[in-house]
Nanobody
Framework: VQLQASGGGQVQAGGSMRLSCAAS????????LGWYRQAPGKERELVAT???????DYADSVKGRFTISRDNAKNTVYLQMNSLKPEDTAVYYC?????????????????WGQGTLVTVSS
């Protein structure tokens, strides 16, 4: 299973950006898809997650500004980021958990994308 993230770049404070992450492989379904980020000198932190059923969880710092969504048919997760702040600057990683493959009864855990850099300038 591979996860390919895209959509990062540079934006001014107050602007918007949309990240995408597509999972590929012999995938039957993915239970949990999410976004994490790691700022320079800091630990990686959860940004948002979404289950296959549509249940979401957000970090307090992004509630009301970021929206996670997914297309289950495409095994793709999105992160719409609005009202961006300089403190949102980080490398953003997508992650998939409980991946059910077509040829296996056992789910995979902890598959990460390669990361995409988001830079918010003041």
């Amino acid at each position: 299973v591979q996860l390919q993230a895209s959509g990062g770049g540079q934006v001014q404070a107050g602007g918007s950006m949309r990240l995408s992450c597509a999972a590929s492989g012999s995938i039957f379904t993915i239970d949990l898809l999410g976004w994490y980020r790691q700022a320079p000198g800091k630990e990686r932190e959860l940004v948002a997650t979404m289950t296959h059923a549509g249940n979401t969880d957000y970090a307090d710092s992004v509630k009301g500004r970021f929206t996670i969504s997914r297309d289950n048919a495409k095994n793709t997760v999105y992160l719409q980021m609005n009202s961006l702040k300089p403190e949102d600057t980080a490398v953003y990683y997508c992650k998939a958990d409980r991946i059910y493959l077509r040829d296996s009864d056992y789910p995979l855990f902890g598959s990460w994308g390669q990361g995409t850099l988001v830079t918010v300038s003041s």
